[in-house]
């Protein structure tokens, strides 16, 4: 019995060491674990890019910049535009015709011809003349009470006039397949008119286009009136004529 008691207090004793020794090897609770210390410094891999200094973003820099170009050739006045045909500092001579509508007389032909100077690309001063004769033809009437009728029904008629030449608009259009570049201008002036029916001085309004054609030569249209006095048939009229021409122009010197 004695043996018995004692073979199990030993058996007791060898559990009790061993379950103790288990409890020294398991690993601790994060519970009962000791706060660790964090050290700050990571290990950086030398290949990698710094986290301080990022890689530049080369893409999106370039979109920005696309952006930012476009914005500003909004913003970019259209006067600023730099233009392919260029008036300033240049002379401009023109010959032409067109036909002459006038208050009094039939209507008839036209021959013009000017010089221009551009003081700018939008301003210029022009000095023109032009020929037709006075067709009376409409007006064979007998004075009144006198019996006689008129007597030069085909009389030469000379303008001189000197005008400012405003040009606002600057464009392109299509003809065809071809693009060509025109202007519009608008004109005022004041003139002389020499005839057996009118002496004196005459005011002159009008606009016109230009098509240009390289970097010399331009296809000119204009419309002018002109405002003065008429002598016919022993009485005076307030008269305006009215005249359409077409001109070729050629610009000095030859390139712009």
């Given at each position: 019995?004695?043996?018995?008691?004692?073979?199990?207090?030993?058996?007791?004793?060898?559990?009790?060491?061993?379950?103790?020794?288990?409890?020294?090897?398991?690993?601790?609770?994060?519970?009962?674990?000791?706060?660790?210390?964090?050290?700050?410094?990571?290990?950086?891999?030398?290949?990698?890019?710094?986290?301080?200094?990022?890689?530049?973003?080369?893409?999106?820099?370039?979109?920005?910049?696309?952006?930012?170009?476009?914005?500003?050739?909004?913003?970019?006045?259209?006067?600023?535009?730099?233009?392919?045909?260029?008036?300033?500092?240049?002379?401009?001579?023109?010959?032409?015709?067109?036909?002459?509508?006038?208050?009094?007389?039939?209507?008839?032909?036209?021959?013009t011809a000017s010089y221009t100077y551009h003081m700018t690309d939008e301003t210029a001063?022009?000095?023109?003349?032009?020929?037709?004769?006075?067709?009376?033809?409409?007006?064979?009437?007998?004075?009144?009470?006198?019996?006689?009728?008129?007597?030069?029904?085909?009389?030469?008629?000379?303008?001189?006039?000197?005008?400012?030449?405003?040009?606002?608009?600057?464009?392109?259009?299509?003809?065809?397949?071809?693009?060509?570049h025109f202007d519009l201008h608008a004109d005022v002036g004041v003139g002389v008119i020499?005839?057996?029916?009118?002496?004196?001085?005459?005011?002159?309004?009008?606009?016109?286009?230009?098509?240009?054609?390289?970097?010399?030569?331009?296809?000119?249209?204009?419309?002018?009136?002109?405002?003065?006095?008429?002598?016919?048939?022993?009485?005076?009229?307030?008269?305006?004529?009215?005249?359409?021409?077409?001109?070729?122009?050629?610009?000095?010197?030859?390139?712009?």
């Amino acid at each position: 019995m004695k043996a018995a008691l004692a073979s199990l207090v030993v058996l007791c004793a060898v559990a009790t060491i061993a379950r103790a020794d288990d409890d020294d090897t398991r690993p601790m609770d994060k519970k009962d674990a000791p706060a660790a210390k964090v050290d700050k410094k990571v290990a950086v891999d030398p290949d990698a890019p710094s986290v301080s200094s990022p890689a530049p973003t080369t893409t999106s820099m370039c979109i920005d910049q696309d952006i930012a170009d476009r914005l500003a050739v909004k913003r970019k006045r259209r006067g600023a535009v730099d233009r392919l045909f260029v008036k300033q500092g240049r002379h401009e001579i023109s010959v032409g015709g067109g036909y002459l509508a006038s208050d009094l007389l039939s209507g008839t032909y036209l021959v013009t011809a000017s010089y221009t100077y551009h003081m700018t690309d939008e301003t210029a001063v022009e000095f023109g003349g032009a020929y037709t004769h006075a067709n009376a033809d409409i007006i064979r009437a007998l004075e009144d009470g006198r019996g006689t009728v008129l007597a030069d029904t085909y009389t030469r008629e000379l303008f001189a006039e000197s005008l400012l030449i405003w040009s606002p608009v600057y464009g392109k259009l299509r003809l065809g397949g071809t693009i060509v570049h025109f202007d519009l201008h608008a004109d005022v002036g004041v003139g002389v008119i020499d005839s057996k029916t009118s002496r004196g001085a005459a005011g002159v309004i009008g606009f016109g286009m230009r098509l240009f054609m390289g970097q010399a030569f331009a296809f000119r249209v204009d419309m002018r009136d002109r405002t003065f006095r008429q002598e016919l048939l022993d009485d005076r009229f307030l008269v305006n004529d009215s005249a359409i021409t077409a001109s070729l122009s050629v610009f000095l010197p030859f390139h712009n």
